[in-house]
């Protein structure tokens, strides 16, 4: 959605949206227009950045990697013993190796 048409799209509940009276669900004033920006956000598409200092919109660069079938199974008992997800301890190994790696240089 772009800053015109969400502009277009305030205008209009603000101004010529007619809601009923005694409606219980219906939001108004600051309420509808938090819940409206945060919809706004949400429905950019994608899954939300990694990065603490994203912006909104912006993606966390993505890699790939091919292992072993046997890595990859060790890989998934591992997160599910742990209770994590796979990125995470790939990410988490990652950055293992190299700290490790640095020192060693």
Same mark, same amino acid.
């Given at each position: 959605m772009s800053e015109k048409d969400y502009d277009a799209a305030a205008e209009w509940a603000e101004h010529d949206m007619q809601l009923p009276e005694q409606s219980k669900s219906a939001l108004r004033g600051e309420a509808?227009? *938090?819940?409206g920006k945060d919809l706004v956000e949400r429905s950019r598409g994608g899954r939300p950045s990694i990065e603490p200092e994203a912006g909104p919109g912006e993606a966390s660069p993505v890699r790939q990697v091919r292992l072993p079938r /046997? %890595?990859?199974n060790d +890989?998934?008992?591992?997160? @599910?013993q742990n209770h994590r997800? +796979?990125?995470?301890?790939? =990410? @988490? *190994? %990652?950055?293992e190796y190299l700290t /490790?790696? =640095?020192? /060693?240089s």
């Open positions: 509808a227009a *938090a819940f /046997a %890595i990859d +890989l998934v008992v591992f997160a @599910e997800n +796979l990125s995470e301890v790939m =990410r @988490e *190994a %990652i950055v /490790a790696h =640095r020192q /060693a």
